[in-house]
């Protein structure tokens, strides 16, 4: 998956390459792994620290599939969480305790609850006691002191500080699991201005931290300000500085909530309630996560809030702007195709690239994805965005209208240009290729298999929407079962050849102590 990391290349940034794949032309790849998705899932999956576990499995292109196994949702990379289990593994009742004794020994110290009382306390100091403790991330009750002597630790906190917590706490960096790049101020402010223009006046902000604090020091500082919010995040950091109404310990990757049912009930309660309060979902996972599970969760909350809708807004859908790099667009669209992408370009405080007023390759590749019509979403003109009256709809200014495409059909910012054996707009760097028949960068491989369909090698689906994947699931599981027979045949033939080698040697060694003990006269 594209990370949100390292967007310059030094030739081209490898945004390039992850939108050549999206687009058809990187087309390289003979093997990876897929997650299975919940209905694949044979039954309730094992927990790893960070909640229910995704099922995966190894596919290679003209091969049969691999064993299927169960790895954490929320990591990609096994030193962050080191789970591993296969699909068919029998675990013995020690070793599943121990497991659920690790996993309780990797969650928070206190609980939210916990949390929240020593927040009260803590705004009761006066402002010479209060510290907070920027090793360990937490604010200080006197009590703690002697704990932290020899931390560095910030004192004289204020209120408006603790108004602030994304700035008091250390951003999470692991682009892969936590990824905190936080929204500049100029992109979270039209986010709030765009959320009140539209109408809405509650927001679910999943992976959003500082939008909703933004909201809360609105709602603080202006009567008039009216929108409330709920925000859920996997950083269980923010539990220090706000109540269980207004916070969830949360994987947005298996739509996990650490707190259990109360949690979950406050956030279905804060779906349903004030109906006549519009309300929309805000979220902003990490680049590095997978597509598929991040849209079972969102489709989980629109149906949550469905159940508290009347019947006559049966046929309407949850509000969401999905913020994600534009080369993810196919894939979303493929799973929410009411789905548009907006061409604002979200930038990132604490990302080196990802900024406003670049140029180029230079830009922010993250874009809002939305179910709104685009027609009702008014850019920015002051940041060079325009109305296209045949496209109605806002764009870049770069954006240039294609008469042929009948659209305006740059991605990125920059003046896309037509390839007419593509028969539609690319990149203006890239070129056709007459060897693969397609667009792609000057510098790209020609060669190896091109990257479709596991199963028939069509390049217009995966391999999990191809008409032919029930009869492949049938015949990969019989393959499964066949090498699992075979494994256990030699597992069997393995001890049966150490029991025989353990009898021999302890048969030698009486024999010699024998002959130690009778020496020959």
């Not at 406050?266 to 902003?284: A, M, Y």
């Not at 597509?291 to 969760?297: G, H, I, K, N, S």
């Not at 806002?394 to 008469?403: A, D, G, R």
């Not at 298999?449 to 699931?473: A, L, Q, V, W």
């Amino acid at each position: 998956m594209a990370t949100p990391r390292s967007e310059e290349g030094a030739a081209e940034a490898p945004e390039e390459a992850a939108a050549s794949v999206s687009e058809g032309a990187g087309r390289r790849r003979s093997s990876g792994v897929e997650v299975l998705v919940s209905q694949d899932a044979p039954g309730p999956a094992p927990h790893c620290p960070h909640g229910p576990t995704l099922l995966f499995v190894r596919v290679n292109q003209g091969k049969e599939e691999a064993r299927r196994f169960y790895a954490c949702s929320a990591c990609r990379d096994r030193k962050d969480c080191n789970f591993f289990q296969w699909e068919d593994e029998k675990l013995s009742e020690a070793r599943l305790a121990a497991r659920e004794i690790y996993n309780r020994r990797c969650q928070p110290p206190l609980s939210h609850k916990q949390y929240v009382e020593r927040y009260w306390k803590f705004i009761e100091l006066p402002l010479s006691q209060r510290k907070f403790c920027q090793r360990c991330q937490q604010l200080l009750l006197p009590d703690d002191w002697g704990k932290h002597h020899d931390h560095q630790v910030l004192c004289d906190i204020s209120i408006a500080q603790l108004k602030r917590p994304s700035q008091l706490l250390y951003p999470l960096e692991n682009k892969k699991t936590n990824a905190q790049y936080l929204f500049t101020d100029r992109s979270c402010q039209f986010l709030l201005d765009l959320i009140s223009t539209l109408g809405f006046r509650k927001v679910l902000c999943v992976g959003t931290p500082r939008l909703h604090e933004l909201i809360r020091l609105k709602a603080s500082g202006d009567k008039e300000s009216d929108i409330k919010s709920l925000l859920l995040d996997i950083d269980f950091r923010y539990s220090q500085f706000y109540t269980e109404e207004s916070f969830c310990h949360y994987n947005m990757f298996n739509h996990h909530f650490f707190d259990g049912k109360a949690a979950l009930e406050s956030c279905r309660k804060f779906l349903q309630e004030d109906k006549d309060l519009g309300l929309i979902l805000v979220t902003d996972p990490p680049f590095g996560g997978l597509v598929e599970p991040l849209t079972v969760t969102f489709k989980k909350f629109m149906e949550m809030w469905k159940e508290g809708q009347s019947p006559d807004n049966d046929n309407k859908e949850l509000p969401l702007f999905w913020i994600f790099p534009y080369f993810f667009e196919s894939r979303i669209l493929q799973f929410f195709p009411s789905f548009s992408m907006l061409d604002y370009q979200v930038d990132y405080d604490n990302h080196a690239l990802y900024k406003h007023g670049k140029t180029g390759r230079k830009q922010s590749p993250v874009r809002i994805f939305t179910n709104i019509p685009p027609n009702k979403i008014i850019l920015p003109a002051e940041e060079g965005y325009r109305f296209c009256t045949v496209c109605q709809r806002y764009v870049s200014l770069e954006n240039q209208h294609c008469e042929i495409c009948n659209s305006c059909t740059s991605k990125d910012g920059r003046k896309w240009r037509h390839c007419l054996l593509c028969k539609k707009c690319v990149k203006p760097s890239w070129i056709h290729c007459s060897i693969c028949n397609y667009c792609a960068l000057p510098n790209h491989s020609c060669a190896g298999p091109k990257d479709g369909c596991f199963i028939c090698g069509e390049s217009d689906h995966k391999r999990t929407m191809c008409p032919n994947y029930s009869s492949s699931k049938r015949a990969n599981k019989a393959v499964r079962k066949e090498k699992q027979k075979k494994s256990n045949k030699m597992k069997m033939e393995t001890n049966k050849g150490q029991s025989m080698n353990h009898a021999t040697v302890t048969r030698k060694k009486k024999k010699k102590k024998r002959g130690q003990q009778y020496p020959c006269s």
